[in-house]
C-alpha cells in the first residue's frame, strides 16, 4: 500500500507518519521507484503500537524509540512486558504520572530516600506477598512516596493493612495476564499491555467506585434495620 492508503487505513496523518519514520519510530517500506515506497500490515501494527505508546502512554518520542528498540530485540513475552511496564507512567500521588523512564535509573536511590519509613513498610509488604519486584522497579518508590502522602495527612497503613488490598491486587493481575495468553506476536503483546495498563485501570478504578457506592448503600440499610426502620429499595 502506499502512503495514502496507511494513513487512510492506520487514520495517523501522512505527515506524521513521515515524522515517525524520520526519528526511526516507524521501519523504512520497500522503494519501487525514487518516488514511491510501498509499505505492509506490519507498517499498521507499528504505527498502532507507536499511537498507545505516545498519545495513551504519554511517552515521549525518545522514550517511544527506546520502547520501540527493545521490542524489536529478540525478547521472550516475559521480557517484552518488563519493558514495556516499566516504561509506562507510574501512578503516584508525589509523582503526579511522571513518565517513570525520568527516574528510573536512579529508582533505588529514590526509593530509599522516601522520607517516614515507608520504604520499609513497601519492602514488609513485598516480603509478606511472597512479590518478585526488581530493585529496578520505578513502583516501589512510587507506593512509597504516595504512602508518604498519605502519613502527612495523618493517615498510616501499615504493611499488614495493605496486604488485603495486595490480595485484591495479585488476583487483578492474573485476570490481566491471563488476557495475554496465546499472543506471541511481540508488537501485538506490547500493544495488549499498553491497551490494559492505561486504558483499562480507569475501568478498574470506577468499578471500586462502583462497589464503593454500593457498600454504603448496604451499611447504610443494615444501620436503618437495625433502628427497626425499613430501607428504600
Not at 498507545?52 to 517484552?80: C, H, K, M
Request: aromatic share 4%; hydrophobic share 40%; charged share 30%.
Amino acid at each position: 500500500m502506499r502512503i495514502s492508503e496507511l494513513s487512510r487505513r492506520s487514520g495517523v496523518p501522512a505527515a506524521t507518519i513521515k515524522y515517525y519514520r524520520r526519528e526511526g519510530l516507524l521501519p523504512e517500506g520497500r522503494a519501487l521507484n525514487p518516488t514511491t515506497v510501498e509499505y505492509g500490515e506490519e507498517h499498521i501494527q507499528r504505527l498502532r503500537l507507536i499511537r498507545s505508546l505516545i498519545q495513551l502512554g504519554g511517552l515521549s518520542v525518545a522514550r517511544t524509540r527506546e520502547v520501540l528498540e527493545a521490542v524489536d530485540r529478540p525478547l521472550d513475552a516475559f521480557e517484552t512486558l518488563g519493558v514495556v511496564h516499566h516504561a509506562l507512567p507510574v501512578p503516584s500521588a508525589e509523582t503526579d504520572g511522571k513518565n517513570s523512564a525520568d527516574n528510573e535509573d536512579g529508582a533505588e536511590r529514590a526509593y530509599e530516600a522516601v522520607p517516614g519509613g515507608t520504604a520499609a513498610r513497601v519492602d514488609a509488604l513485598i516480603e509478606s506477598m511472597g512479590w518478585r519486584i526488581s530493585d529496578a522497579s520505578p513502583h516501589r518508590p512510587a507506593l512509597a512516596e504516595s504512602l508518604a502522602a498519605l502519613s502527612r495527612l495523618g493517615t498510616d497503613y501499615t504493611a499488614d493493612d495493605l496486604i488485603p488490598y495486595a490480595q485484591l491486587a495479585t488476583s487483578t493481575a492474573d485476570l490481566d495476564f491471563a488476557q495475554f495468553e496465546g499472543i506471541e506476536d511481540r508488537i501485538a503483546l506490547a500493544e495488549r499491555a499498553v491497551v490494559l495498563t492505561v486504558l483499562f485501570e480507569p475501568v478498574v478504578r470506577l468499578l471500586r467506585r462502583l462497589a464503593q457506592e454500593d457498600a454504603n448503600h448496604r451499611r447504610h440499610d443494615r444501620r436503618a434495620c437495625g433502628r427497626g426502620e425499613h430501607p428504600e429499595e
